[in-house]
């Protein structure tokens, strides 16, 4: 459902991507690992659209994604992807709800809809009882529980996670990586997480390593299957 072809990316002088190759299957959890700046999260930055590749392709839903521009870039973005960061970014002045609400609000759903699909995840997520607080009133965990459902909102085709438990404790981070195998299960959801955490990573059906800006290897985690060097 996802490829990446030769991806190059350069910050002036800086050569970041150095000719990376990535596919993703529908229903897989790929962890992303690599020692800090060996790309990683520039890597996730092109598949999520938030940045574009000097080189190469990036392909989404057989949506060549360098050829959308500007509203149509954006409006592809909030239907088909959701993005969980180490901060969750929710917005402090709205409850835990209607930071949930807000891509569905964006893409024009029905409030009605969008309020029945919130309850929902937050009860799969153990959050219903929050929905009413601010983030601010929220413990570490909920926020990022907030976080997840928020990108879960639109039901897109895959989720992009930086770091998603790198601010929580051991607790919660347990917690959060166990829900992100849930909700695979229950939708059949894709997920690309770069972390450091290596129980996380091992989770994952396959491991990328990354290193100076290239995919060291693609590790599968999964029994039985073999794994492979790029």
């Known amino acids: 459902m996802l490829q990446a072809i030769g991806v190059e990316k350069f910050y002036g002088d800086l050569h970041v991507l150095k000719g990376v190759d990535v596919s993703i299957q529908k229903g897989e959890v790929v962890s992303i690992v690599g020692a ?7 890597l996730l930055h092109l598949l999520g659209t938030l940045d574009q590749p000097d080189k190469g392709s990036v392909r989404l839903l057989d949506q060549e994604l360098q050829a959308l521009k500007g509203d149509a870039l954006a409006a592809f973005r909030n239907r088909h992807i959701g993005f969980i960061f180490q901060f969750h970014n929710l917005l402090p002045e709205f409850t835990a709800e209607e930071n949930i609400l807000l891509p569905g609000m964006i893409a024009g759903k029905k409030p009605s ?18 929905l009413e607080h601010k983030p601010s009133a929220l413990s570490g965990g909920e926020q990022q529980r907030i976080a997840v459902a928020r990108a879960l909102i639109n039901d897109p085709a895959i989720i992009f996670a930086d770091e998603p438990s790198g601010n929580l404790d ?4 347990d917690a959060l990586h166990q829900l992100f195998f849930t909700l695979r299960d229950a939708f059949r959801q894709t997920f690309v997480i770069v972390t450091h955490n290596p129980e996380l990573a091992l989770m994952a059906d396959r491991t990328l390593t990354m290193q100076d800006g290239k995919l060291l290897s693609d590790v599968s985690n999964l029994p039985h299957q073999g794994s492979g060097l790029s």
Do not use: H, Y
């Not at 800090?36 to 520039?42: H, Q, R, Y």
């Not at 809809?113 to 929050?130: D, N, Q």
């Not at 051991?170 to 981070?173: D, E, R, Y």
């Open 36 to 42: 800090s700046g060996a790309g990683k999260s520039t």
């Open 113 to 130: 809809e969008l309020a029945k699909k919130a309850r929902e995840l937050a009860g799969i997520l153990g959050v219903e009882k929050r």
């Open 170 to 173: 051991s607790v919660s981070a």
